[in-house]
């Protein structure tokens, strides 16, 4: 069986149901020399709305934040401790900004060491996650079962923002 490439649709909707089933799909990358990388997705973070102390888009409406307010379906790249690149997707309705971070793969246990291993950089920031031939998400028809725990690296949102249980985990059979 083929696996099938999502489509604009799957990503216009709410982020509460994009991110829980983001995870099993398989994120893919064609490199400059035709080698296709593939990773299962194994763990993301939904950031949500401007009340969410933890999403960018908290801060308002920035040059920085612009894509998050934008259409669904747009790669959200921004370098975090100036040194690491991370791989978000915009998900939802234009003008009530969400964003799911792709927090890890099967066998890259970071967000950092995803875009890494798939060479994503700022350059991605801003393009199609759908109808792109250099990166994509495919289904192959795999559904893990999730767990959910607390986001990570965001304590400056303080405790309910920290806590709230965003983070869509496969939980190894």
């Known amino acids: 069986m083929m696996n099938r490439i999502l489509t604009e649709e ?4 709410d982020g509460m149901e994009v991110a829980p089933e983001l995870v099993g799909k398989i994120i893919a990358r064609k490199l400059d020399d035709g080698t296709v990388l593939r990773e299962r997705i194994a763990e993301t973070e939904l950031y949500r709305g401007e009340e969410d102390k933890g999403c960018h888009a908290s801060k308002g409406r920035t040059p920085r934040t612009e894509l998050l307010f934008g259409e669904s379906g747009i790669i959200y790249v921004y370098l975090c ?8 997707v915009i998900t939802g309705e234009k003008d009530q900004p969400q964003g799911i971070l ?4 099967e066998t890259k246990n970071g967000p950092a060491k995803l875009t890494k291993y798939l ?15 250099t990166v994509w998400i495919e289904d192959d028809g795999y559904r893990p079962k999730l767990r959910t725990a607390p986001r990570v690296g965001i304590d400056y949102a303080g405790d309910y923002w920290k806590n709230i249980e965003w983070r869509f985990i496969a939980d190894g059979e």
């Open 10 to 13: 799957f990503f216009h909707r």
């Open 119 to 133: 060479q994503i950089d700022g350059s991605f920031n801003g393009r199609p996650i759908c109808g792109n031939d």
């Open 102 to 105: 792709l927090r890890a793969g």
């Open 81 to 88: 401790y100036g040194m690491h690149w991370l791989m978000n």
